[in-house]
């Protein structure tokens, strides 16, 4: 899988728009970007993929530059709960994706 | 909404004994995994499978063993626990790229 760099941690203000940022420099054509969170001591919760279009979801939109090399995961209204370690991974879909690996992820703290 | 449930949150256990883990999901997904999670180390796979009866070896399978006789069913056995087998262990499910997880079961091992 391809490796991806993020922010070690960004704020947010409670109602504002949080957006995450991930590098994805050697992403591969096949391989899709997938967002994961975790909030403590829970188990991760998937978010959102995508290959090359822009998508959203009732949990956040996904912005994806066109050469593919960068994306965006924008919470569009972040709450308090919304405070978790977010996860930037890029994968294979199908057959291969069995393993899943998280980098060190960003911890995004909402404020009130 | 996909749920996967795990049958405990926190367990307790001393060293030699047999751990079971059980991880239910309830969406008829084909794929189950097993994961776990240490500060520092990440998440990593310890085995997965892809059908009932069928499993892989993930990175990291010693000291552990699966059992899935039933599609919905995934179970994670410890046959002898020891110390560094305390973990959090997280089960997962899939049916195509997205993977659902479990709440996590923390397993210290005295």
């Known amino acids: 899988d391809a490796k991806t760099t993020q922010p070690t941690s960004m704020d947010c203000a409670e109602g504002r728009a949080a957006n995450l940022p991930c590098n994805h420099s050697t992403i591969s054509g096949n391989e899709y970007v997938y967002w994961y969170r975790q909030i403590h001591s829970q188990g991760p919760q998937y978010i959102i993929h995508g290959l090359k279009n822009n998508e959203t979801n009732e949990m956040a939109s996904l912005i994806i530059t066109e050469d593919r090399k960068s994306s965006t995961l924008i919470l569009p209204h972040a709450t308090l709960r919304d405070t978790a370690v977010y996860y930037c991974i890029t994968a294979n879909s199908g057959g291969s994706n069995y393993k899943l690996t998280f980098g060190k992820g960003t911890l995004l703290t909402v404020n009130p | 909404d996909v749920k996967v449930t795990q049958s405990s949150r926190y367990l307790v256990k001393r060293t030699g004994e047999k751990v079971f883990l059980e991880c239910v999901q309830d969406m008829d997904h084909e794929n189950m995994f097993w994961y776990r999670q240490d500060p520092g180390l990440g998440l990593r796979l310890i085995y997965f499978?892809?059908?009932?009866?069928?499993?892989e070896k993930g990175d990291i399978p010693e000291g552990y063993s699966v059992s899935r006789e039933k599609k919905e069913r995934f179970s994670l056995i410890l046959e002898s626990a020891s110390t560094n087998q305390t973990s959090m262990y997280l089960c997962a499910s899939s049916l195509y790229q997205a993977k659902f997880f479990g709440p996590g079961t923390r397993l210290t091992v005295l």
């Open positions: 499978s892809y059908d009932v009866k069928m499993k």
